[in-house]
């Protein structure tokens, strides 16, 4: 199982990015996707789901500037960052799994993370 991220970059606050997952070795459609970040010296948080049934859920932070979506025929979730801030700046983790997707104990398998650094 491979979950390949990318996407991320370096940007000025209030910029976009779009963030892609993409899986293979599994089957995609059977888990639910999620991204987490952890940012130097914090632990690893989570950041939005998108469930098996493309029921999207968000942390508090990032309700309404970060968008969860999930294309079954690719085997790929997104996440499209807008109005970026500098708390953002992290590295992203793309993650599946098929139980509480709030706990990361729950998830199965882990990407390697996409740096996102946004500049003030």
């Known amino acids: 199982v491979q979950l390949q991220a990318s996407g991320g970059g370096l940007v000025q606050a209030g910029g976009s990015l779009r963030l892609s997952c993409a899986a293979s070795g599994l089957t995609f459609t059977i888990y639910h996707m999620s991204w987490f970040r952890q940012a130097p010296g914090k632990e690893r948080e989570f950041v939005a789901a998108v469930t098996r049934s493309d029921t999207p859920y968000y942390t508090d932070s990032v309700k309404g500037r970060f968008t969860i979506s999930r294309d079954n025929a690719k085997n790929t979730v997104y996440l499209q960052v807008n109005s970026l801030k500098p708390e953002d700046s992290a590295v992203y983790y793309c993650?599946?799994?098929?139980?509480?997707?709030?706990?990361?104990?729950?998830?199965?398998?882990w990407g390697q993370g996409t740096q996102v650094t946004v500049s003030s």
């Open positions: 993650a599946a799994g098929k139980a509480n997707f709030y706990l990361q104990r729950s998830y199965h398998y």
